[in-house]
């Protein structure tokens, strides 16, 4: 009874006691709210001293005549001489303009240079008199010099150095066999730049508009101390923008250049880069959320974008993926009849069309794609590439061909590398299906990071890698020398007498017709060869803000080009 | 005091060096090839790259150049962004990675005691029930799918007012840390309430509590002095781990959020096999952590006087 | 004087008395009274059996759901669970010219019918058209609103048709087709048409599939059901339940045999540094203040880089292997302590007095005597290891394709969250309620095992 009675009290005082204590922790909550936003106002300060305060503006400020849009990493390297990725050359692109350039059809156009005279010995570039870099002071020719040399100078170590071996004595120079002085490019006066070539070739014009061709001012790139391209204030600009913050990972900001010579073809004032990202997701949230003006779209988002009524375009970059066989000594995939059995056994518009699903991709079927120039037409117009059907029948044939000729009574497993991005992923588990349900064949996936991959396929470490390719520059030898037996990057080490003597025609020549006859003599090769599957040609669907237009895409040269946009009123 | 905390600091020192040591061997293991791009290299140009970086060194020289750099606080130079210094890059983003650590301890230890005194207090009642829930919640999904769904949520709300009320990804303003940090702090928030709540059940029952009462002490100060700031000593316990395990578990939330914290950086130095950057990376946030461990511990010898430094 | 007589029976021995003590309840060992104690909390007892469960699932659900796991049906990529399965059969696909095989209607129409594996489309010439682009849209075509997806564009007037089979589902599509003038701008003719596609299967790849042991036996125009898959398909059309328990078996692998290897490493290592002391134990306790100290995440990823995963190889030793290498001085000092205090303990004292040897010392009273620590410690490192290898898995340093893991599925599916969330949900779902078992039961052990460490619920 007593207890109870107890028991009650303490129960009450228990109530009482909960009151007062959740009174005190609600205090307590207030105190640390309160904290909590002192902190945050604090590191807002802290951070405002190492970024930009402010955050990154809407994808499209019309007050500001600017545009928001966003990079899928950081440019590594804005000294030109030395740039060799995609980012870099987008940025370089806006900012940076050389002898040439492409306009927004793709076209080459006059940049730096007037005028300009090419034939089979040398070239002659006038350079225009109201060319400046940011600061003002002239474009000269001796920039070009300057930025040529370097890209060539052995201790600089330009991994683009053989973009620029055309010119005479290059090659030379960039072994330290002969001195930077002895390249054959000279400054006649200011405004007028002559180069010798080392052999004839056809293609001079586009090659100009490369980065690895930009000029750099010496003067400058000498006060930065080995610094040049690292910073905002590190890199003087001759294109239409110029970069005036660099937020390293976080955000670019590049101005209208008050010294380019062609104001009128720029209509915008301002393109931020306000967001650095890879991942595909937050890049779609981001234009979702109207914070950037474009976004590619995956296989995976696609269905969002229609859901949400986007405008979406598609584009081919020209470059193209295929599976490339190891031809060295000792290797299964070395034998015609083994790599006919594996062509024949795959179907690239099933990889295409159900697995990759990636919008805008077309089903590979040759080396060289869809986009570039032949005689009058497309190359592929001209010499339409020759495919072979799957057709288990004959792949098991040539399979059984195979065993017979290596004196196999069973294939070992095949080491099939790739590298670690979704797409090859998905690819190589395919592959490893239909291969083992179509022959029979055992394949070991061997995926390994960028630098290991490279690592392994120079040291021809695998039977099967799959690879791509991107072109420099708009012509088909970007490709067809790929497969030359004295090129490095021909990792699978085929080599080819018929398929060399092409390529030297190719290079030498100087006529359109005699060098498409070498190309598609090429393409014929390659494909009764077997010297590669081709897998797809990579296309790009993209959606793009309903009021910016003028965003060109292209194959060769920066891609994404923003200077020709506009913000539609 | 002052003899132990330099003994401690002169262990730390060792440690760092050991950790630098044990990076180095480990990096120059990994298989592959540093200097590969996608265009092949001519022998000339792969020599002088070697040179530049000392790759063209016996291992030996180079760990010892390695450890004379370090003595000195320098790094050396990115093998990816060829002008950079790996100093430059730690300095550029592990403020930002450290913003969004600061942010999400704070959310974390504060978030865990309030949260946890506030079942503690309503103990079997509803606030309890429904806190316990998402503490469950918090200590069994993984960080990258709250990251994302937290993203998502972000672009929806924003959708559905049609302004923008927080950035969906980016740094650079209070708002953009939000969410990030809370996504961030929410395991080790509902790890903590968890503890926070049952040292709490315990500290309620014990004797010094009923004591304190039957002297009819306020209910405020039994609770504020005898049961939170007994209650709390565990939590601060934990807490050094907790700031470790935030700091170098960011690389998910900057990823998704955008974020240049040195994480990203991190993650990305090692899938481009970027040596300098990884082995500045871990020795930097080694040396970070061990440091971070002794404050700690002398905090704790500072805030719980029955805990006496040796 | 009288003398006590004292007769013979007083010097027998006296009859055993009954005990005064005796034990009024059965004797209970340490572990028997842990079971009990483990009974009485029922939130522990359900975690137990929910860990059991996922063991079942894990070894003998590939008994009972015995789909491979790798096998790629490709006619159902990313099927949400409980999709219609049925299909019709068609010959294999083979190039088209354009040349239409029934009538189209005005405008935009289809050559033949619709189906998954292609859909082919052709169209009358567009007034003042210079060339063409065909798009495809979910939504029907309003003016004003966009097309939909690009397909194809031409520049060539007379080429008017155009075969799709990119990704076709058993769905509506609002195909349009637009004039293009010569500039590539649309000029405003626009004719669209709605088509639903049929899912078909050829007889090659129902065979491929499992459906029929040769494909001779299935004709085109003969129905089939496709495979059944209870929880879907993931990217590659692989039934996702059977990747879950394949997956099962790498994560818990990782997730059990990690803490158990790092632990028992953890125990000699602790147990060696107690029992020696003095200047070896200081030795080893600073050796694992080293590896304490390093970042773990940060060389978790090193490590596994480093040890470089060889063709074909999943990758699963070298992770565990890993995670031993950076996990055990967390159980090495907590045994160590243990011991320093168990050494001090009456009983080992005696033990000792009376002649044991060191290991029989350590063996018979030492570890039995930290096995419930142990025991807690392991249970609360399994959910730990298992995030760390969704982590992993997740920044794509985990386990080589095609071997499933719960992380490498989840970070697959969370790319198609919004459109296929089934393939990101049952994963999550899965590491969640694993980690949250082993929590609880970690609680529970806790609880029922040491009752110094007993929390006060």
């Known amino acids: ?366 080396l060289f794609p869809r986009f570039l120039d032949g005689v009058h037409g497309k190359f592929r117009d001209e010499h339409p590439a020759r495919v072979r059907q799957m057709d288990l029948r004959a792949a098991r044939a040539h399979l059984r061909q195979a065993r017979q000729e290596l004196g196999l009574d069973e294939f070992p497993p095949l080491v099939l590398l790739a590298g670690d991005n979704p797409v090859s992923n998905v690819q190589t588990e395919y592959f490893q299906a239909v291969f083992k349900r179509n022959l029979g064949l055992d394949i070991k996936i061997d995926r390994q990071i960028f630098k290991q991959r490279l690592a392994k396929m120079t040291a021809g470490d695998f039977d099967l890698v799959l690879a791509g390719w991107g072109p420099d520059y708009n012509d088909p030898l970007t490709f067809g020398d790929l497969f030359a037996s004295w090129n490095l990057n021909n990792r699978g080490r085929y080599a080819s007498a018929a398929y060399d003597r092409q390529v030297r025609i190719a290079q030498g020549a100087m006529d359109a017709p005699t060098r498409m006859a070498a190309f598609a003599e090429m393409q014929r090769i390659i494909h009764e060869d077997v010297v590669i599957i081709p897998n797809y040609e990579r296309g790009v669907a993209y959606v793009t803000h309903p009021r910016v237009k003028g965003i060109v895409r292209r194959v060769v040269g920066a891609d994404t080009d923003y200077t020709y946009a506009w913000i539609d009123p | 005091m002052l003899r132990y905390s330099l003994k401690r600091l002169l262990q730390g020192l060792v440690t760092v060096f050991l950790i630098a040591t044990a990076t180095f061997f480990a990096m120059h293991s990994v298989p592959g090839d540093p200097l590969a791009g996608d265009k092949a290299l001519t022998e000339r140009i792969r020599a002088n790259l070697e040179a530049k970086y000392g790759l063209d060194q016996p291992l030996m020289t180079q760990y010892g150049i390695f450890l004379g750099n370090l003595v000195q606080g320098d790094f050396g130079i990115s093998y990816t962004q060829e002008n950079r210094r790996v100093n430059d890059i730690i300095r550029e983003h592990f403020p930002v990675s450290a913003t969004l650590g600061i942010l999400a301890v704070a959310f974390a230890g504060l978030g865990g005691v309030l949260w946890g005194a506030l079942t503690a207090l309503y103990r079997n009642r509803w606030p309890d029930m429904a806190i316990m829930l998402a503490v469950i919640l918090g200590i069994s999904v993984p960080s990258f799918v709250f990251a994302a769904l937290g993203q998502l949520l972000l672009v929806q709300v924003n959708g559905w007012l049609g302004f923008s009320l927080l950035p969906v990804a980016g740094w650079g303003t209070v708002a953009h840390m939000l969410i990030p940090s809370l996504v961030l702090g929410l395991g080790t928030m509902a790890y903590l309430t968890r503890l926070m709540r049952s040292s709490m059940l315990e500290i309620v029952g014990s004797d010094f509590v009923r004591t304190a009462k039957s002297k009819g002490l306020s209910a405020s100060r039994i609770f504020t002095h005898h049961q939170l700031r007994n209650a709390i000593l565990p939590v601060v316990t934990v807490l050094g781990p907790a700031i470790a395990a935030i700091a170098t578990g960011g690389f998910v939330v900057e990823m998704v959020f955008a974020i240049p914290g040195l994480g990203r950086y991190f993650v990305q130095a090692v899938q481009q096999l970027d040596y300098t950057v990884i082995m500045g990376t871990t020795v930097f946030y080694g040396a970070f952590l061990v440091f971070m461990v002794i404050v700690v511990d002398l905090l704790y010898g500072w805030i719980d006087p029955r805990v006496r430094l040796e | 004087m009288t003398e006590a007589a004292f007769t013979a029976d007083d010097f027998q021995p006296a009859a055993a008395a009954h005990s005064a003590q005796a034990a009024s309840r059965p004797s209970l060992s340490y572990w028997q009274d842990a079971w009990i104690r483990l009974k009485a909390n029922r939130r522990a007892l359900s975690s137990l059996y929910l860990v059991i469960g996922l063991l079942l699932f894990t070894l003998i659900g590939p008994l009972i759901w015995t789909v491979d796991p790798s096998l790629q049906d490709l006619e159902q990529i990313s099927q949400p669970p409980g999709a219609d399965r049925n299909a019709v059969v068609v010959a294999p696909h083979s190039p088209w010219n354009g040349v239409a095989r029934q009538p189209l209607g005005g405008g935009l129409g289809l050559a033949e019918p619709p189906t998954t594996q292609s859909v082919r489309l052709a169209w009358e010439p567009l007034p003042d058209a210079a060339g063409y682009r065909l798009y495809r849209n979910l939504f029907p075509y309003e003016p004003g609103q966009p097309l939909g997806l690009p397909l194809f564009a031409t520049f060539n007037a007379d080429r008017r048709h155009f075969e799709d089979r990119l990704d076709l589902k058993p769905r509506t599509y609002h195909y349009s087709v637009a004039g293009l003038d010569a500039q590539g701008e649309v000029t405003g003719a626009v004719r669209s048409l709605e088509v639903a596609v049929a899912r078909v299967v050829t007889a090659q790849d129902a065979q491929d599939i499992g459906l029929v042991a040769d494909a001779g036996q299935l004709s085109p125009g003969d129905r089939i059901k496709l495979r059944a898959h209870p929880l879907g398909t993931d990217y590659l059309g692989r039934d996702l339940l059977a990747r879950l328990m394949a997956g099962a078996r790498v994560s818990l692998f990782i997730g059990i045999a990690a803490p158990l290897l790092f632990i028992a490493f953890g125990v000699i290592y602790g147990a060696a540094a107690g029992f020696l002391g003095g200047l070896a134990d200081q030795a080893l306790m600073r050796f694992s203040d080293f590896v304490v100290a390093l970042p773990f995440l940060l060389f978790m990823i090193l490590l596994r880089v480093a040890s470089g995963v060889q063709p074909g190889e999943s990758g699963i030793t070298p992770m565990v292997l890993a995670m031993v290498l950076l996990s055990w001085p967390a159980a090495a000092r907590l045994v160590r302590g243990q011991i320093l205090q168990i050494r001090e303990e009456g009983y080992v004292s005696a033990a000792r007095l009376l002649g044991g040897s060191a290991p029989y010392l350590v063996l018979r009273h030492m570890i039995p005597n930290t096995l419930g620590v142990i025991l807690v410690t392991m249970t609360f490192a399994v959910p730990t290891a298992i995030f760390t290898e969704a982590f992993l898995s997740f920044i794509g340093m985990g386990v080589a394709p095609p071997t499933p893991s719960w992380g490498s599925m989840c970070n697959e599916g969370i790319k198609t969250m919004l459109t296929t969330p089934h393939e990101l949900i049952f994963p999550a779902l899965f590491i969640s309620v694993t980690v949250l078992a082993f929590n609880l039961l970690g609680d529970g052990l806790r609880d029922a095992l040491d009752a110094r460490m007993r929390s006060a619920e």
Do not use: C
Not at chain 1, 105 to 117: I, N, T, Y
Not at chain 1, 205 to 228: H, N, S
Not at chain 1, 288 to 305: C, F, P, Q, R, Y
């Open chain 1, 1 to 366: 009874m007593s207890l109870t009675v107890a028991q009650a009290s303490d129960r009450r005082g228990d109530a009482a006691f909960n009151r007062s204590a959740a009174r005190q922790l609600g205090l307590f909550g207030l105190a640390t709210l309160i904290g909590l936003a002192a902190l945050m106002w604090g590191l807002n300060l802290l951070a405002s001293l190492t970024a930009t305060a402010g955050g990154a503006p809407p994808a499209v400020d019309a007050a500001n005549n600017a545009i928001t849009v966003m990079l899928a990493e950081e440019p590594p390297q804005l000294d030109s001489t030395r740039a060799t990725d995609q980012v870099s050359g987008l940025v370089l692109g806006h900012v940076m303009e050389g002898l040439l350039r492409y306009d927004q059809r793709g076209e080459l156009a006059p940049g730096v240079a007037e005028h300009w005279r090419i034939d089979e010995t040398g070239a002659t570039f006038r350079l225009r008199a109201d060319a400046r870099w940011s600061d003002g002071q002239p474009i000269t020719a001796h920039d070009f010099v300057f930025a040529w040399r370097l890209g060539l100078d052995p201790a600089n170590a330009s991994q683009y150095a053989f973009i620029l071996y055309p010119i005479k004595n290059g090659e030379a120079v960039n072994q330290g066999r002969l001195p930077l002085t002895e390249l054959g490019a000279r400054a006649v006066d200011a405004r007028t730049l002559e180069v010798a070539f080392e052999r004839p070739i056809a293609f001079f014009d586009k090659l100009t508009a490369f980065a690895t061709y930009l000029p750099v001012r010496e003067d400058f790139y000498r006060a930065a101390e080995g610094r040049y391209g690292a910073g905002a204030d590190q890199l003087l600009y001759s294109g239409p923008f110029a970069i005036t913050s660099w937020v390293h990972g976080q955000s670019l900001q590049l101005d209208r250049n008050p010294h380019y010579w062609d104001q009128a073809r720029v209509r915008l004032d301002r393109i931020s880069v306000g967001y650095i990202t890879s991942d595909p997701n937050t890049r779609l949230n981001l234009f979702k959320d109207e914070k950037i003006v474009m976004t590619g779209l995956t296989a995976e988002n696609l269905n969002s974008a229609l859901e949400q009524r986007w405008r979406i375009h598609r584009f081919m970059d020209g470059s193209i993926f295929y599976l490339e066989f190891n031809h060295r000594e000792g290797r299964p995939t070395r034998n015609l009849n083994f790599r006919k059995a594996l062509a024949l056994a795959q179907d690239s518009g099933e990889l295409v069309y159900k697995v990759t699903k990636a919008p805008g991709y077309l089903p590979g079927e040759s």
